[in-house]
């Protein structure tokens, strides 16, 4: 009936729309009350108000869009190699999915393909990238001459039900390639389009944007540097953490990360969270990390730093490799690794959504 000129004559009454909506009239009391764009009444009978079905459908819709969930978008991201950022990012992702029944889409920026090759294996990677299945296509097709046809396409670039641990069942991966390093530079000087559309900073944001909502969380993993790519990552983000060693050389580029992401959120008019700092490779008998991590925590200009660390094991070093495990014990090891990981995701968990 809906859309019909019976729909837009039909009148209910408090009653009716509590039906409609699915609750009490005591809800739709406190909706009225409430939020100022509740329909009006189309009169106030001494039964009581009643309103036109048809814009309360609307609202109800509309309701209905605002309040559902929305994906947790957080970016990892050290200017630094090395430093554990694609573990950390495989971990969270597979103990998001495994421990704690999250539905997670992870996008892989890094032209170094780490974290791909850590969910999907070196030989699939290849295929992928060989028939052009790369986010590297995404962005190459903002470098193309006007009228000629795009190539991306997120169906056969998405990746479901990736990792190699059975118990992971809920994580999906838009893969990386080699090729972002050459088109990264390319960028900067792509055509702005017609009445200025192209932003080489939406590229990401425009073509993930209709499933992104799907997942409770994504994560994206950055590249070591500030450039293009990495800014399409915090694009989309409403936070990002930062993985590192606890060494001078690990931590030194923190404060420029946090300078630049501000100014790039201000620029934006938004806001890009400061997660935290993740400790990884942690040597608990290393008095140089010992020291700075308790200079880390000291810096009140710093992130937070989650007080589980990553430590530095053989079990959490050979997860990068692709082979088939039952269970995330398996993969990050009966010595700590699994429980470390576990902790540290829980406390991931807590600060996203304390500051959602």
């Excluded at 859309?3 to 039909?10: L, S, V």
């Excluded at 998001?96 to 090759?117: C, H, W, Y």
């Excluded at 390319?186 to 017609?194: D, E």
């Amino acid at each position: 009936m809906e859309g019909t000129p019976e729909a837009e004559d039909q009148l209910v009454g408090l009653f009716e729309v509590a039906e409609m909506a699915g609750v009490g009239r005591t809800v739709v009391a406190n909706w009225r009350a409430r939020d100022k764009h509740f329909p009006d009444p189309v009169a106030d009978l001494r039964s009581g108000p009643v309103f036109r079905a048809s814009r309360i459908q609307r609202y109800l819709r509309q309701r209905k869009k605002l309040m559902a969930p929305k994906a947790h978008v957080i970016s990892t991201i050290n200017l630094k190699g090395g430093v554990g950022k694609t573990t950390t990012t495989a971990g969270l992702a597979e103990f998001l999915s495994a421990e704690f029944g999250k539905r997670v889409l992870v996008v892989d920026l890094d032209p170094q393909t780490n974290l791909t090759t850590v969910l999907i294996g070196e030989k699939r990677w290849e295929e992928l990238n060989d028939e052009g299945h790369t986010l590297a296509t995404l962005f190459t097709d903002a470098l193309r001459p006007e009228g000629e046809p795009a190539e991306f396409s997120l169906e056969k670039t998405l990746q479901r039900n990736v990792s190699s641990v059975d118990a992971v069942t809920q994580v999906d991966l838009l893969p990386s390639s080699l090729d972002l390093i050459d088109v990264q530079d390319r960028l900067a000087s792509m055509p702005s389009g017609r009445f200025y559309s192209n932003n080489p900073t939406d590229l990401l944001r425009k073509a993930i944007r209709k499933i992104i909502d799907d997942y409770d969380y994504v994560l994206v993993d950055c590249p070591p540097n500030l450039g293009i790519v990495t800014l399409n990552g915090l694009r989309i983000s409403e936070g990002y953490i930062i993985p590192t060693i606890p060494d001078v050389l690990s931590t030194y580029g923190i404060p420029q990360i946090q300078r630049r992401v501000r100014a790039f959120a201000d620029s934006l008019g938004e806001s890009i969270n400061e997660i935290g700092i993740v400790i990884t490779k942690y040597k608990a008998n290393s008095t140089v990390h010992w020291n700075t991590v308790r200079e880390l925590q000291k810096d009140k200009k710093l992130p937070v730093v989650l007080s589980t660390f990553i430590p530095e094991k053989n079990d959490i070093a050979g997860s990068a490799e692709f082979v088939g495990r039952g269970t995330l014990r398996q993969k990050y090891g009966y010595q700590g690794g699994f429980d470390a990981f576990r902790a540290m995701t829980q406390e991931f968990i807590e600060l996203v959504e304390e500051k959602a």
